[in-house]
């Protein structure tokens, strides 16, 4: 089974990028645009040594997120499968009851 990409063409900080996805376009869309909003805030919000590219810390806040995102829904997952466990004992002693 082939995947089937599609280009969209998405403008970050004044720069046109081409991606290939098999996502929508408005969700490519979306995505660029909230990576041009944090290098925004970056640039705005934290005084930056000339050397530093606020690129960078931008991907930097957007991996914080997405590891602390990851991290709460393994945490979700475990809780989850507890209360799973849980509710499956209590309807294994119910039934022999």
């Not at 041009?36 to 640039?43: L, N």
């Not at 000339?50 to 997120?65: F, M, R, V």
């Amino acid at each position: 089974m082939s995947e089937t990409y599609k280009t969209t063409l998405v403008r970050i900080m004044g720069e046109d990028y081409p991606l290939k996805s098999d996502a929508d376009s408005e969700y490519m869309t979306r995505l660029a645009k909230y990576v041009e909003e944090t290098i925004r805030h970056v640039s705005v919000k934290i005084a930056l040594p000339s050397h530093l590219k606020p690129e960078i810390l931008a991907a930097l806040l957007i991996a914080d997120e997405y590891f602390s995102e990851k991290e709460k829904n393994a945490e979700i997952g475990r809780r989850l499968e507890r209360l799973a466990d849980v509710l499956g004992k209590t309807l294994d002693r119910e039934a022999v009851e």
